[in-house]
């Protein structure tokens, strides 16, 4: 079967997709923010209501919110925030695909730090968010987490980035 079929076999299995209206904007605003965030150690920490604020305190409309963590061994994620056992859950699949004890070369900073370094690089270390009206453009149950892979207490930053219009 051609990759083509396949696609058309695709189709027929439900509807079929549909784009909504096409809205178009001018950038009027580039504002840029750096929030820390202190983490208690491995986990996830929600940042979705200050990212929010930002957001409202910049003036935005329409546009996007970019996210960047300055780290190497934590990452950004959206993720389910109605059950804080979906976090605890992913953190112990995190370790499950990245454990500490399979003795890794780079042990410098000690023996959580290269798992660390490996989970940041699966989850990454950047997100975009659209922004429409003034609102991020989050599913209903998604929150913006930094997740720690680091056993200790860091301080973290993430720099965000609005360009879009202006309220």
């Known amino acids: 079967m051609t990759a083509h079929k396949r696609n058309e076999v695709g189709r027929n299995a439900g509807q079929a997709p549909r784009l909504s209206a096409i ?19 491995e986990g996830f920490f929600e940042f979705t209501r200050e990212a929010a604020r930002f957001v409202a305190d910049a003036g935005g409309k329409d546009g996007a919110l970019f996210l960047f963590l300055r780290h190497t061994s934590a990452s950004l994620v959206i993720q389910e925030n109605a059950d804080p056992d979906v976090q605890r859950d992913l953190v112990t699949a995190l370790d499950r695909l990245a454990p500490t ?7 410098t900073e000690g023996p959580d730090d ?54």
């Open 101 to 107: 004890d399979v003795g890794w070369v780079h042990d």
């Open 23 to 41: 809205t178009a904007t001018t950038a009027e605003l580039i504002a840029t923010a750096t929030l820390t965030i202190e983490t208690g150690g």
């Open 114 to 167: 290269m798992p660390a370094h490996v989970k940041a690089m699966l989850a990454g270390v950047s997100l975009h968010v659209p922004v429409s009206n003034g609102v991020l453009a989050l599913g209903t149950w998604q929150g913006l987490y930094l997740a720690e892979h680091r056993a200790r207490s860091h301080r973290r930053e993430v720099v965000l980035q609005f360009i879009g219009s202006r309220r």
